[in-house]
């Protein structure tokens, strides 16, 4: 799944707005009481993203500023997203996004 996002910081608890063509192209289902968006598309694994579920919102800091929070004995949590059975999954380099930050040139 590919998708052009903007990002809304001004709309404060909300990370992407994703418009209703893109949602149908990939068959999604938002359920918003459990806070999840599932995406059946034909032939391809059941994906399912989970929103927080605390009414409090994590918000972005710099690596810098939670090296000093944690040095100060604040809780830190690392997630990481893992693509299982993606045979042909891209290559870094090939998205396009990460292309123009010359971070693969």
């Not at 391809?44 to 993203?49: C, F, I, R, S």
Request: proline share 4%.
């Amino acid at each position: 799944m590919s998708v052009d996002l903007l990002p809304l910081h001004k709309l404060g608890e909300f990370d992407v707005v994703l418009g209703m063509d893109w949602l149908t192209k990939y068959f999604a289902t938002i359920d918003c009481k459990n806070r999840t968006v599932t995406f059946r598309e034909p032939g391809q694994a059941e994906v399912v993203y989970r929103g927080c579920q605390s009414s409090l919102f994590a918000m972005t800091i710099s690596s810098s500023r939670a090296r000093q929070l944690i040095s100060r004995g604040c809780v830190a949590y690392l997630a990481t997203v893992v693509l299982r059975g993606m045979d042909d999954a891209p290559r870094i380099e090939d998205i396009p996004v990460v292309r123009e930050f010359g971070m693969c040139s």
